[in-house]
């Protein structure tokens, strides 16, 4: 038997992003993600995905992964012009340990907050002037920090 080819025509167009999106890779969420895209009415954008969303920024396990973050930021700013970076952590996160590290989910949403201010600042001190936007995914939806 053959191999089967899956054709989909690209737009061939160099594009503006958006938004630089560091996002978790848990698929639970993945849903609620692209609807906050299409309410942010977020067309072209640069995701960022790996485990534990802006966890590599705020309280890495070592500085090469702040680093090479910020690198893909940066990227992202150069290749695509990108002006607005998002930040999203999301509810029972393994790269976190997990809602049953918090013991409850306030306690939860505010280690989170704590972590995305964090984030932040990295993200401010080395791009000035960008937008940058915080937000934590739970079970109910989303909500700016």
């Given at each position: 038997m053959g191999s089967k080819t899956l054709k989909?025509?690209?737009?061939?167009?160099?594009?503006t992003a958006g938004?630089?999106?560091?996002?978790c890779?848990?698929?639970?969420?993945?849903?609620?993600?692209?609807?906050?895209?299409?309410?942010?009415?977020?067309?072209n954008f640069d995701p960022i995905v790996i485990a534990g969303g802006s966890k590599s920024l705020a309280s890495p396990d070592n500085e090469s992964?702040?680093?090479?973050?910020l690198k893909q930021i940066e990227l992202s700013i150069k290749l695509h012009h990108t002006d607005r970076v998002i930040l999203m952590n999301h509810s029972d996160?393994?790269?976190?340990?997990?809602?049953?590290?918090?013991?409850?989910?306030?306690k939860e949403f505010t280690a989170h907050k704590?972590?995305?201010?964090a984030a932040r600042k990295v993200v401010e001190s080395r791009f000035p002037?960008?937008?940058?936007?915080?937000?934590?995914?739970?079970f109910e939806g989303i909500q700016f920090i």
């Open positions: 989909v025509k690209t737009e061939k167009d160099h594009y938004a630089c999106v560091v996002w890779y848990d698929n639970r969420f993945w849903n609620l993600f692209n609807e906050f895209l299409k309410a942010q009415e977020i067309k992964e702040r680093e090479f973050l996160c393994g790269g976190y340990g997990g809602l049953k590290k918090f013991g409850d989910e306030e704590g972590e995305l201010e002037g960008i937008r940058i936007d915080t937000v934590f995914a739970d």
